[in-house]
């Protein structure tokens, strides 16, 4: 694996809140924590994270689980997260969000910004329909694979 990336790597678990970081490309792996030798706090599981090359299997977020209500969320299409980040619910502080609860949208108008390693990515709609529920809060961090926005494209 090339050191760049090692070092890529470093810096992003240094800006984001993930606490370790493990990524496998053919016969490379490499392992990277905030905790030598010692475990990741309870508060703060590690997170799973894709290599630009590769995509890792996403474990559901224990609110889906849990919530009763998050299986009835599930109904609808949802808008998942491309990469690891911080999700962005306006272009800036302060800033109307780009979409509310209720609102219609089509595809290709901005949902949501995930910020990843200082850049600005827009997440566009890739469906027409109504914003049935937005499952993650302005300025928390994301996972790859992780669900944003569930759209009920059926209204």
């Known amino acids: 694996m090339d050191i760049r990336k090692v070092k890529k790597l470093i810096e992003l678990l240094e800006e984001s809140g993930i606490a370790e970081i493990e990524i496998t490309e053919g016969d490379d792996a490499v392992r990277i924590s905030r905790y030598a030798g010692h475990a990741a706090p309870v508060a703060a599981p590690p ?26 969320e599930e109904s609808g299409h949802v808008v998942k997260s491309p990469m690891v980040g911080t999700f962005y619910s306006a272009a800036a502080p302060g800033s109307a969000p780009f979409v509310q609860i209720g609102d219609r949208i089509k595809a290709g108008d901005t949902i949501c910004i995930v910020e990843a390693m200082k850049m600005m990515n827009q997440i566009e709609s890739d469906a027409d329909g109504v914003v049935k529920s937005i499952r993650v809060q302005n300025g928390e961090p994301v996972e790859y694979g992780q669900a944003l926005i569930t759209i009920d494209t059926g209204a």
Do not use: I, R
């Not at 590769?54 to 998050?70: C, G, I, L, N, Y």
């Open 47 to 72: 997170m799973p994270v894709a290599a630009p090359a590769a995509t890792a299997p996403v474990a559901e977020s224990p609110a889906a689980s849990d919530a009763p209500e998050a299986a009835a």
